[in-house]
């Protein structure tokens, strides 16, 4: 069955008082892109149900979600130098975490297994009471959707596993989930000395009944295809270690060439295609629920729709030509591979 895609106006009214690269564009230049690629008619559409305030309070507290809905209802404001909130954004974010509830429901009780949220303001960065693990900014995030998404598979009694393929790491979903077993989130990320939040390191592997379920896989500035696959192929291996049963994507083509945030990484289409392949190939999770995160041009525009036929077992529509890495930042990859295995170990 053709997987679902979460879209709707409401997602477009999460709105930038000024210039940012955070827009309701963006929504436009994903689908523009599965359009161009023959991929957007492959879908069931489904649209965006109403969220209610318990659904937020569930990953974040009390204070933090009081203050999002206040200064929305107040016409918007800014949370911190990064982060801002419209009048819609109270709407758009419940929206987008009532979104991330009702795939779980729809993939675990219908034919269709898949479910794609292309939803705003993103949340990957969104810790329990806003900038997650002493990071300076909520880093465009709102609400936690991918944490939501994962606790409500966890409570079904399934393994999950949680995927972070964008550039930055994912450290609020991290922190909701540090100390949540048979939660097995890989995230593959810049090396936080160079990169916001500045977190993420190999040695971070969750706590208490969590530790040892959290694994950060680090990448220099500057790796191409070559290293995003071997990231991913690692990344991939070691969920089907712990056998996970259903997987959470969160999906941000912010690492695509040239996509804007950042002026350094080398991905390109070989490299979303490839882990979306493997996805299928490799793991082949009962459910899947991908969400998206960042990227702001090229990324949306060629970057996801080469994931989604790599989800799909189409070859890549694509076809960027591969990028390949200095010798050293594939050593700088290996080097923290075994810097995470130790601490697995330990
Ligand atoms: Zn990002």
Request: hydrophobic share 35%; aromatic share 8%.
């Amino acid at each position: 069955m053709n997987p679902y895609v979460y879209h709707g106006h409401v997602f477009h009214e999460h709105i930038p008082p000024s210039s940012h690269y955070e827009t309701p564009e963006r929504l436009d230049r994903a689908i523009h892109g599965l359009e161009n690629y023959g991929l957007w008619n492959r879908f069931q559409q489904v649209e965006p149900p109403h969220g209610f305030k318990e659904l937020a309070l569930k990953i974040h507290d009390h204070d933090y979600v009081e203050l999002v809905e206040k200064l929305s209802s107040r016409g918007g404001g800014w949370l911190d130098s990064d982060t801002y909130v419209s009048r819609g954004t109270w709407r758009a974010g419940l929206a987008a975490l009532a979104s991330a509830k009702d795939s779980v429901e729809r993939t675990l009780s219908t034919v269709t297994h898949k479910s794609f949220i292309l939803a705003r303001p993103p949340g990957h960065h969104a810790g329990r009471s806003g900038p997650a693990m002493g990071a300076s900014t909520l880093g465009f995030c709102i609400f936690n959707l991918s944490a939501l998404a994962a606790l409500e598979l966890a409570d079904r009694g399934l393994v999950v596993g949680v995927l972070d393929f964008d550039l930055h790491h994912g450290n609020g979903t991290q922190e909701i989930l540090y100390e949540a077993p048979k939660i097995y989130h890989v995230d593959i990320h810049q090396d936080p000395w160079t990169i916001y939040p500045g977190t993420g390191l190999p040695e971070d592997i969750g706590r208490g009944p969590g530790k040892g379920t959290k694994y950060n896989v680090i990448v220099a500035p500057g790796s191409g295809d070559d290293i995003y696959l071997e990231a991913a192929r690692y990344a991939i291996g070691l969920l089907l270690r712990y056998h996970v049963e259903v997987l959470v994507v969160d999906m941000g083509f912010d690492a695509y060439r040239g996509d804007g945030l950042s002026a350094t990484m080398l991905a390109t289409s070989n490299t979303y295609h490839g882990i979306g392949e493997m996805i299928r190939e490799e793991l082949n999770p009962r459910v899947l629920i991908a969400i998206l995160e960042g990227g702001y041009t090229h990324g949306l525009e060629r970057g996801l729709p080469a994931f989604i036929a790599g989800i799909l077992g189409e070859r890549d529509p694509v076809e960027d030509e591969a990028t390949e890495s200095d010798p050293s930042k594939i050593d700088f990859l290996k080097g923290n591979i075994r810097r995470l295995e130790r601490a697995i170990k330990s």
